[in-house]
């Protein structure tokens, strides 16, 4: 098992930035990829970022490409999104994810765990 905590959410204005923090603890050993996801009410979760857990490999959603920055901390078992330039269609609910896989995958049954969310609200 692999438990998954997001923090960092909150409500922020349009234009401006949050970090999201993923810490990760459980049989950590085999998850090669993390990856963040979204949520928006009555929308189906859609893939966001993913970054392998050496960090050689990280893939972006096209929505969030040049904005978004995903990033990770080994020693502390944790994984970052460091989110610029909101805009209020960024709101949903964030989750991360982990994956016992290599490679590029932004389909949701490629993740095993998922954590239990963080609110981001972005205000026009």
């Known amino acids: 098992q692999v438990q998954l905590v997001e923090s960092g959410g909150g409500l922020v204005q349009a234009g401006g930035s949050l970090r999201l923090s993923c810490a990760a603890s459980?049989?950590?050993?085999?998850?090669?990829?993390m990856g963040w996801f979204r949520q928006q009410p009555g929308k189906e979760r859609e893939f966001v970022a993913l970054?392998?857990?050496?960090?050689?490999?990280?893939h972006y959603a096209a929505s969030v490409r040049g904005r978004f920055t995903v990033s990770k901390d080994n020693a502390k078992n944790t994984v970052y999104l460091q989110m610029n330039s909101l805009k209020p269609e960024d709101t949903a609910v964030y989750y991360c994810?982990?994956?016992?896989?290599?490679?590029?995958?932004?389909?949701?049954?490629?993740?095993?765990?998922w954590g239990q969310g963080t609110q981001v609200t972005v205000s026009s």
């Open positions: 994810a982990s994956g016992n896989f290599v490679g590029i995958a932004d389909g949701r049954s490629a993740y095993d765990y």
């Open positions: 459980g049989r950590t050993f085999n998850t090669y990829t």
């Open positions: 970054i392998s857990w050496s960090g050689g490999i990280t």
